[in-house]
C-alpha cells in the first residue's frame, strides 16, 4: 500500500512543493485550503502549468496551478471499471489512503 499522502496548504509556493516531491520521493501532493481538500498536485502539474508557461515557481501558489475536479474512488473499486487505455494513467494518481502526512 502506498504511504500516506503528503498535504499541502494552497498557499504554500510551487517551488516548497516540489521540494517536498523530492524529499518524499513522490509525484504528488493533496492541496488543502482551510484545512479542506482542494485538488491535488502533480509534477506534471508544475511542468505544464508553471515551468512550460514561464511561471516563478517561488511565487507561484499550489492552490492556482493544482487540478481541482477529482474523482473520489474507495478501496474496494477495481480497476476493471475503467477502460483498459486509461487504467495506467488514472493508477498513477490514486491516493489509496485516507490518512495525509503534513509536509515539514
Known amino acids: 500500500m502506498s504511504p500516506a499522502p503528503i498535504c499541502m496548504a494552497a498557499t504554500e509556493s510551487v517551488s516548497a512543493a516540489a521540494k517536498a516531491m523530492k524529499r518524499h520521493g513522490i509525484g504528488n501532493v493533496v492541496v488543502l485550503a482551510g484545512g479542506r481538500l482542494s485538488g491535488l498536485l502533480t509534477d506534471r502539474d508544475?511542468?505544464?502549468r508553471v515551468l512550460a508557461d514561464g511561471r516563478d515557481p517561488l511565487t507561484t501558489r499550489i492552490?492556482?496551478?493544482c487540478s481541482?475536479?477529482?474523482v473520489m474512488l474507495g478501496p474496494q473499486i477495481g480497476f476493471d471499471l475503467f477502460e483498459p487505455g486509461g487504467r495506467?494513467?488514472?493508477a498513477n494518481r490514486i491516493?489509496?489512503?485516507s490518512e495525509c502526512t503534513l509536509a515539514p
Open 46 to 48: 508544475i511542468t505544464i
Open 63 to 65: 492552490g492556482d496551478i
Open 68 to 70: 481541482a475536479e477529482l
Open 88 to 90: 495506467h494513467h488514472i
Open 95 to 97: 491516493r489509496p489512503r
